[in-house]
């Protein structure tokens, strides 16, 4: 089993950058598929950015895609989310999840096994 904490949420002003950090515990990141979720409001967990074990293949919404960029040091057992230019609708809870690997990149949340407790980001206008 594997443990996950989210850091690096914030207040930032849209056209603003954030990174997102998700350290695990317990079990090997390296032994996962990974994923960045968030949750704004009244509004259903969506599927942002996704990455595979090695870390070769990454999968973005389209809502962010040009603007985010997934990345993981398994040597540091972490997962990050580099977010760039961005915009009040980005504001939300981040989570990341991860998954035994899989020969496609999830993005229901439901597939998801391990999740963390989230970092809030907020986007001023």
């Known amino acids: 089993q594997v443990q996950l904490v989210e850091s690096g949420g914030g207040l930032v002003q849209a056209g603003g950058s954030l990174r997102l950090s998700c350290a695990a515990s317990g079990r090997t990141l390296s032994s996962y598929t990974m994923g960045w979720f968030r949750q704004a409001p009244g509004k259903e967990r969506e599927f942002v950015a996704g990455?595979?074990?090695?870390?070769?293949?990454?999968y973005y919404a389209d809502s962010v895609k040009g603007r985010f960029t997934i990345s993981r040091d398994n040597a540091k057992n972490t997962v990050y989310l580099q977010m760039n230019s961005l915009k009040p609708e980005d504001t939300a809870v981040y989570y990341c999840a991860a998954v035994a690997p899989q020969h496609y990149i999830p993005i229901i949340a439901g597939e998801y096994d391990y999740w963390g407790q989230g970092t809030q980001v907020s986007v001023s206008s």
């Open positions: 990455i595979s074990q090695s870390g070769g293949r990454t």
